[in-house]
């Protein structure tokens, strides 16, 4: 199974969540914590992407 490389698939990419009715769910955004990345990514969608972009085998959507 090919992976895509978008946020979510990152091994760099934290997911947010949101707690709704008393359960969290995930939410369409997270940030990167790629310590090398000197441009802070900050928040992103978690369909984008950037050159940084490394595959989680364990994390696979």
């Known amino acids: 199974m090919e992976t895509e490389n978008i946020c979510k698939n990152c091994t760099y990419f934290i997911q ?3 707690k709704v009715d008393g359960e969290f769910v995930e939410v369409y955004c997270g940030h990167c914590i790629n310590l090398k990345n000197k441009e802070k990514c900050g928040y ?3 369909n984008e ?3 940084l972009f490394n595959c989680n ?3 696979r959507y």
């Open 16 to 18: 947010h969540y949101a």
């Open 44 to 46: 992103k969608k978690a």
């Open 49 to 51: 992407t950037c050159k």
């Open 57 to 59: 085998e364990d994390n």
